[in-house]
């Protein structure tokens, strides 16, 4: 498993906000929903999305961006058009004066607008919760990406726009999935640009000796490893190995593997009922109480806590 893959492998869409929005201009939305991730997909018209900084794009037919929170933003038919509505957290939307909009722009099934034949159509998924592991991936994203239509092509955006708009048993498993497979094209077209500045650990990859270690981490982390036996996996002395992968990774092996090894047992407090021995098992740690006290040494919370406030 790849650093990219092993990081969206784990924490998965449940429930995301999905819309297909169908507008006339003049249009504008205020985002302030302060969702960790949200990406736009452009089906048909021009979209400016402005932040608050002043930073703006401009998203065509094919092009697709990725807004990681919580940042709020506005996406509207020109950067100075004044919002309409505003979407608050939990998929809440008001009007600008604070005055509910009691679905009066609802078009349908997972539909919102103005009118379904608008001239403007975008369909929009949000992740709605931070996981623990994808948090590596989240920093190491800018506030907005963007793909141009030129540099990738979305073989999803047929089947997103009609799963959207279907009302049928597990379809939001169905939508789910389809936004995983989104962000996981989208983000490896993303990384593979120059202008991406990938984080270290995943430019490390190519390398043949961290990218092997790294593999070998990720694969199986309740393995108890140590820099000796990743070095002998990896065909090369503990001290190159140590110092090679700081150099790339930007930390040493071992502290590498424990904060993989804590962002695991996270995820799995959240979304298992599995007992906190067990989750330490499965990630490498002796006993409830080893994981507790690294648990609490990084996260300032015991597990039994996170898994309280997650829940």
Not at 107 to 126: A, E
Not at 192 to 207: F, M, N, V
Not at 238 to 249: E, G, K, P, S
């Amino acid at each position: 498993m790849d650093a990219l893959a092993g990081l969206l492998e784990g924490p998965r869409a449940r429930g995301a906000f999905m819309i297909r929005a169908c507008f006339d201009p003049p249009w504008a939305v205020r985002i302030e929903d302060r969702a960790p991730l949200t990406v736009m997909l452009m089906v048909r018209g021009d979209a400016w999305i402005t932040q608050d900084t002043g930073e703006r794009v401009r998203l065509r037919p094919g092009d697709l961006a990725i807004a990681r929170g919580p940042d709020p933003y506005t996406c509207g038919d020109t950067p100075d058009t004044a919002p309409q509505a505003v979407i608050l957290p939990g998929g809440e939307c008001q009007y600008p004066d604070g005055t509910p909009l009691n679905g009066s722009m609802d078009l349908g099934v997972r539909t919102w607008g103005d009118r379904l034949d608008g001239s403007t159509v975008m369909f929009i998924g949000t992740y709605l919760m931070r996981g623990e592991i994808n948090g590596r991936l989240l920093d190491a994203l800018p506030p907005l990406l963007t793909l141009p239509s030129e540099v990738w092509e979305c073989p999803l955006t047929p089947l997103l726009m009609e799963e959207t708009v279907r009302d049928e048993p597990a379809q939001e498993v169905v939508l789910d999935r389809l936004l995983d497979l989104l962000v996981i094209a989208a983000l490896r077209a993303w990384f593979s640009r120059p202008e991406a500045e990938a984080p270290a650990w995943y430019r490390a990859q190519a390398d043949p000796v961290v990218g092997r270690v790294l593999r070998l981490l990720q694969d199986d982390p309740a393995h108890p490893w140590t820099v000796a036996s990743l070095a002998a996996k990896a065909g090369v002395s503990r001290a190159a190995l140590a110092r090679r992968f700081t150099d790339l990774v930007g930390e040493p092996p071992m502290s590498y593997l424990t904060a993989w090894r804590l962002a695991l047992a996270a995820d799995r407090l959240r979304d298992t009922q599995d007992t906190i021995g067990a989750i330490a098992r499965q990630v490498g740690y002796g006993s409830a109480f080893a994981l507790s006290t690294a648990f609490k040494r990084v996260y300032g919370a015991s597990p039994q806590e996170h898994r309280t406030r997650a829940g």
